[in-house]
């Protein structure tokens, strides 16, 4: 038998990357709709339709690729997952750009046509190296610790990830206007200088970005050792996958529901609040190009919990130490409805980082364990009915958070367009009472995220501390028997 490496540390910054790659490409999603939204004038109404549906197209084919992994028996030099992960990291490396070709002058119909082309190739690239990315958590390492551990650096990956494009490419596409003596442009309802989005940088810094995902990517296959045989616990080769029987079986697993609902609250409120905030900060605070660096302030709260989470959970156990969490986020959740009160525009917005940090602190143990969270509730499958199935697991819930991504930015592209904002007037002469309803529906997304939160955790997530080690000890048993 092979001798694999002990895991170490080359694992958690190799696992890391992997999440690195990945979001640099995810973490434009946000960037898509305001880029479609503004530079290319997209009426509210169609550009929610449009999200809608691409989105619903990326929900269904994760549960297509993540059977095809499971039902994959193939040799691979690379191993089954890595090779599926290089396929879709060498696409990568031009789809992300393709969704922001900037054609502004381009009729409707053109206009649709390249947001729905460029977006399925680009969603396909990204589910096909996402999907067996996830999963292969849970093959890295059996051990519940090791495994938070994986899920905390992943963690770290995804906050550099969205570094670039969530921090610093609001600076590089935001522009205040002056006029031809160099004095600002100021919007006559609001007060605040005009703002415009340089579409063309966003597609070149889109490819820049492949490029660098790529680079995360080859790291991570180059590094990162696989220590469970990937089809030692096999589904039922004789069996054709069944998507309804897939779908009732997954339904039927108490924490992967759970962890589900609480990672599509997650993006139903925060990443929903993406253009919604870039909004606000254009037309109410006049700095959209901060509002990246705001974000960023508002969950450095989250590094606090990432060097102590193994004693943490070691001590209180996944499930218990996150509800504790979604609670503190509902506290920065309900401070969100006070800055719209403030007039003084300069302490709402200290008031609207302060709660910002408070939920972000609230989340920070949360996002270091979410993905041990599925990892568990992979086993968990396991426990019940035999069959590991983790591309199935994995991509089912995936499948969910896809569709949170779709219904929410879709949904609040419609409330924004119902509060008052017109596509065709930009960012720089939209109403002074739209500026001020963009607030309070931030506010509203982001106590949503936070109840839905506490909602998958605390009530629907049933592996404790004591259920986990129970199911640990069952699960190693059977494996010691099954040799």
Same mark, same amino acid.
């Not at 254009?282 to 989470?309: R, T």
């Given at each position: 038998?092979?001798?694999?490496?002990?895991?170490?540390?080359?694992?958690?910054?190799?696992?890391?990357?992997?999440?690195?790659?990945?979001?640099?490409?995810?973490?434009?999603?946000?960037?898509?709709?305001?880029?479609?939204?503004?530079?290319?004038?997209?009426?509210?109404?169609?550009?929610?339709?449009?999200?809608?549906?691409?989105?619903?197209?990326?929900?269904?084919?994760?549960?297509?690729?993540? =059977?095809?992994?499971?039902?994959?028996?193939?040799?691979?030099?690379?191993?089954?997952?890595?090779?599926?992960?290089?396929?879709?990291?060498?696409?990568?490396?031009?789809?992300?750009?393709?969704?922001? #070709?900037?054609?502004?002058?381009?009729?409707?119909?053109?206009?649709?046509?390249?947001?729905?082309?460029?977006?399925?190739?680009?969603?396909?690239?990204?589910?096909?190296?996402?999907?067996?990315?996830?999963?292969?958590?849970?093959?890295?390492?059996?051990?519940?610790?090791?495994?938070?551990?994986?899920?905390?650096?992943?963690?770290?990956?995804?906050?550099?990830?969205?570094?670039?494009?969530?921090?610093?490419?609001?600076? #590089?596409?935001?522009?205040?206007?002056?006029?031809?003596?160099?004095?600002?442009?100021?919007?006559?309802?609001?007060?605040?200088?005009? @703002?415009?989005?340089?579409?063309?940088?966003?597609?070149?810094?889109?490819?820049?970005?492949?490029?660098?995902?790529?680079?995360?990517?080859?790291?991570?296959?180059?590094?990162?050792?696989?220590?469970?045989?990937?089809?030692?616990?096999?589904?039922?080769?004789?069996?054709?996958?069944?998507?309804?029987?897939?779908?009732?079986?997954?339904?039927?697993?108490?924490?992967?529901?759970?962890?589900?609902?609480?990672?599509?609250?997650?993006?139903?409120?925060?990443?929903?609040?993406?253009?919604?905030?870039?909004?606000?900060?254009?037309?109410?605070?006049?700095?959209?190009?901060?509002?990246?660096?705001?974000?960023? #302030?508002?969950?450095?709260?989250?590094?606090?919990?990432?060097?102590?989470?193994?004693?943490?959970?070691?001590?209180?156990?996944?499930?218990?130490?996150?509800?504790?969490?979604?609670?503190? =986020?509902?506290?920065?959740?309900?401070?969100?409805?006070?800055?719209?009160?403030?007039?003084?525009?300069?302490?709402?917005?200290?008031?609207?980082?302060?709660?910002?940090?408070?939920?972000?602190?609230?989340?920070?143990?949360?996002?270091?364990?979410?993905?041990?969270?599925?990892?568990?509730?992979?086993?968990?499958?396991?426990?019940?009915?035999?069959?590991?199935?983790?591309?199935?697991?994995?991509?089912?819930?995936?499948?969910?958070?896809?569709?949170?991504?779709?219904?929410?930015?879709?949904?609040?592209?419609?409330?924004?367009?119902?509060?008052?904002?017109?596509?065709?007037?930009?960012?720089?002469?939209?109403?002074?009472?739209?500026?001020?309803?963009?607030?309070?529906?931030?506010?509203?997304?982001?106590?949503?995220?936070?109840?839905? @939160?506490?909602?998958?955790?605390?009530?629907?997530?049933?592996?404790?501390?004591?259920?986990?080690?129970?199911?640990?000890?069952?699960?190693?048993?059977?494996?010691?028997?099954?040799?």
């Amino acid at each position: 038998m092979e001798t694999k490496r002990k895991f170490g540390m080359r694992d958690k910054v190799a696992y890391a990357a992997g999440d690195f790659g990945c979001n640099m490409s995810f973490s434009l999603k946000g960037t898509v709709q305001t880029f479609w939204l503004v530079f290319m004038m997209l009426e509210t109404g169609l550009l929610s339709a449009l999200l809608l549906a691409v989105q619903i197209w990326d929900a269904v084919n994760d549960p297509l690729i993540g =059977s095809m992994i499971d039902a994959d028996r193939r040799k691979y030099k690379l191993g089954k997952f890595k090779t599926y992960i290089l396929i879709g990291a060498i696409g990568l490396l031009v789809a992300g750009a393709l969704v922001f #070709i900037p054609v502004p002058n381009a009729p409707v119909v053109i206009k649709a046509i390249v947001f729905i082309l460029g977006y399925i190739v680009w969603d396909a690239c990204y589910t096909i190296a996402n999907v067996p990315y996830g999963s292969m958590l849970s093959l890295v390492t059996e051990d519940a610790g090791e495994r938070a551990q994986l899920s905390t650096w992943r963690s770290i990956g995804s906050m550099f990830g969205n570094l670039l494009p969530n921090i610093i490419l609001p600076m #590089i596409i935001w522009e205040k206007v002056v006029d031809e003596n160099g004095e600002p442009v100021l919007n006559a309802e609001t007060g605040e200088q005009v @703002q415009k989005l340089l579409g063309e940088r966003v597609f070149f810094a889109a490819l820049l970005m492949g490029v660098l995902g790529f680079i995360a990517f080859l790291f991570m296959i180059k590094t990162i050792t696989i220590r469970v045989d990937e089809n030692k616990v096999k589904t039922n080769e004789t069996e054709k996958f069944n998507v309804l029987k897939a779908f009732g079986n997954f339904m039927k697993n108490r924490p992967a529901v759970g962890a589900t609902l609480a990672a599509m609250g997650m993006f139903l409120g925060m990443q929903s609040a993406t253009t919604a905030t870039s909004i606000m900060f254009a037309i109410y605070f006049g700095m959209a190009e901060l509002s990246g660096i705001v974000q960023l #302030i508002g969950f450095l709260p989250m590094l606090l919990f990432m060097p102590f989470i193994k004693k943490i959970v070691g001590k209180w156990g996944k499930k218990e130490a996150s509800v504790a969490g979604t609670v503190v =986020s509902l506290v920065g959740g309900v401070m969100m409805f006070i800055f719209p009160l403030i007039p003084n525009k300069g302490i709402a917005l200290v008031l609207y980082i302060a709660a910002l940090c408070i939920f972000g602190l609230g989340m920070g143990i949360y996002t270091c364990v979410s993905w041990a969270l599925m990892a568990d509730a992979i086993d968990y499958n396991e426990w019940k009915t035999g069959k590991r199935e983790e591309g199935t697991v994995y991509s089912l819930h995936s499948f969910f958070r896809k569709l949170a991504q779709g219904v929410g930015p879709s949904v609040v592209l419609l409330l924004m367009g119902f509060l008052g904002y017109n596509s065709k007037l930009g960012v720089g002469a939209q109403s002074a009472s739209t500026a001020y309803n963009m607030c309070w529906l931030v506010a509203g997304l982001y106590m949503f995220s936070a109840i839905m @939160q506490f909602i998958g955790l605390a009530v629907i997530y049933n592996l404790d501390k004591k259920t986990l080690g129970e199911m640990q000890a069952e699960l190693d048993a059977r494996h010691e028997k099954a040799e």
